[in-house]
């Protein structure tokens, strides 16, 4: 069997790519390292969670003591890192939070990871999942985002994943450890903290609550299903090439205010409301400081080397998410206030558990 550490695996992606990996490679043994943090939610994994080949460590990625302990003990051969501070807006009030996890949380894992592997590095594989924000902010409309895009990060959040790749490459380069990168565009789906905009308007509707759309509504995301992001993570981790950057997307860009209309009319239907009824709780407010404009992914790399493509349409995409949110009244209620982090969580305390 060979031992997989999974950083952030309680979280919204994370936890689709402990899913996949569990339920699709018993031959590996899946080991889902996360701290816990507000965005972390075991509730997420109870499908998996009783699976042999699979085990909860509760562990922050800044404690350099906890890994090396973890590293010894569990003799990972690979690891798929997505721990992170990941809300934007979390990264304006809180900057330093970002340095700290998504910084020094990354070269501490990196620095364990080539101090267990120093005498053998073959076969083994550092794999980063970071973003498409470190690229900045699009504004001609012809333009993408390739792997070979310089960096220009706007926000607190996208400089210390922008700061995060860095030291990654520099792994790589000064170190020889092998590695693999990935950047993705804005993902939606089920187990979406309802922080980001998919899910909080979704929240907002069902309790007739404004829905604050930021600026004019003009920025533009480019959405990928969250399954697809955990199917091309696999390509990448199985076929990516060492010390390559593959950039993640579905060629898939809508303008905020048209995505909250087709929100809005698809849970009108879904709620027995009548048309046009969602769009009144439309409320535009003050603009995000530094909103970039656009994002928009060139796939064609990932798609043409790894023979990555989405599943889903975006149209079929939504309407899944939409009905998961409906359907999980009890896992929306939990998050939103706060519940899951005793009914779930508080059984592991403070603990650090190897
Ligand atoms: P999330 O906020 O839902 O989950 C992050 C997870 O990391 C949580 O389970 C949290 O408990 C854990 N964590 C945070 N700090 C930790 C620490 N110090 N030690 C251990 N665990 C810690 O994030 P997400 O949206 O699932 O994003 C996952 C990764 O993918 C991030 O690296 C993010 O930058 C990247 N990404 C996200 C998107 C997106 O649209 N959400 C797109 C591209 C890339
Ligand atoms: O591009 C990938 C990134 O996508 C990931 O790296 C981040 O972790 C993830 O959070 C996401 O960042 P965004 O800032 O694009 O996502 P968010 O859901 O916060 O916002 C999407 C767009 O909607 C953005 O233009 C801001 C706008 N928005 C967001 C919220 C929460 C609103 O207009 N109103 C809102 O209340």
Redesign the pocket.
């Known amino acids: 069997m060979k031992n997989i550490l999974i950083?952030?695996?309680?979280?919204?992606?994370?936890?689709h790519v402990v899913r996949l990996f569990v339920n699709n490679y018993p031959d590996y043994h899946i080991f889902n390292?996360?701290?816990?943090?507000?965005?972390?939610?075991l509730a997420n994994l109870v499908d998996v969670e009783s699976k042999p080949n699979y085990t909860f460590l509760k562990?922050?990625?800044?404690?350099a003591e906890e890994l090396a302990v973890l590293f010894e003990k569990h003799k990972f051969e690979a690891v798929i890192?997505?721990?992170?501070?990941?809300?934007v807006d979390r990264s304006i009030t809180n900057p330093l939070e970002f340095v700290?996890?998504?910084v020094v949380?990354t070269v501490n894992l990196l620095n364990t990871a080539k101090n267990a592997w120093k005498n053998n590095m073959e076969g083994k594989l550092f794999y980063h999942?970071?973003?498409?924000?470190v690229y900045g902010s699009l504004h001609d409309e012809n333009e993408f985002f390739l792997e070979t895009t310089s960096y220009d990060p706007q926000s607190p959040?996208s400089a210390s994943?922008a700061s995060?790749d860095h030291f990654v490459r520099a792994y790589h380069n000064t170190y020889k450890l092998p590695v693999v990168l990935s950047?993705?565009?804005?993902?939606?789906g089920q187990?979406?903290?309802p922080e980001?905009l998919i899910p909080l308007f979704i929240h907002n509707i069902q309790n007739q609550k404004a829905l604050p759309v930021y600026g004019k509504g003009e920025n533009v995301r480019d959405w990928?299903y969250?399954v697809d992001?955990a199917r091309a993570i696999d390509l990448v981790f199985h076929k990516g090439k060492i010390g390559d950057t593959y950039n993640?997307g579905g060629f898939n860009e809508w303008k905020n205010i048209d995505l909250i209309k087709v929100v809005c009319k698809a849970m009108d239907k879904k709620l027995g409301r009548t048309a046009g009824e969602s769009e009144k709780l439309i409320t535009y407010v003050t603009d995000r400081a530094g909103h970039d404009l656009r994002y928009a992914i060139d796939a064609t790399k990932i798609m043409n080397e790894l023979g990555f493509k989405p599943s889903l349409q975006f149209e079929e995409g939504i309407e899944i998410t939409i009905d998961w949110y409906l359907n999980n009244k009890k896992w929306l209620e939990d998050v939103t206030s706060g519940n899951y982090q005793n009914y779930y969580n508080q059984q592991y305390g403070e603990k650090f558990i190897a």
């Open positions: 950083t952030g695996g309680a979280g919204f992606i994370g936890s390292l996360d701290k816990l943090t507000y965005a972390g939610n562990a922050d990625i800044t404690n890192h997505l721990a992170a501070e990941s809300h700290i996890t998504n949380g999942v970071s973003t498409d924000e959040y994943k995060s950047n993705c565009s804005n993902n939606y187990n979406q903290f980001k990928l969250v992001h993640i």
